[in-house]
């Protein structure tokens, strides 16, 4: 995901099957991909 982006359900399966393969996902508050932090201002 980039800023700006908006959140599909194709872009969280990818990233989902993306850590399930062990890809590390950087720039994710956890390494499990548990939540994705989202700020708005």
Same mark, same amino acid.
């Given at each position: +995901?980039?800023?700006?982006?908006?959140i599909?359900? =194709?872009? +969280? =399966?990818?990233l989902l099957n993306a850590r399930d393969e062990g890809v590390v996902i950087s720039g994710a508050p956890g390494s499990h991909l548990q939540c994705i932090l989202v700020c708005d201002i």
């Open positions: +995901l980039i800023p700006g982006e908006v599909t359900e =194709s872009a +969280l =399966s990818y």
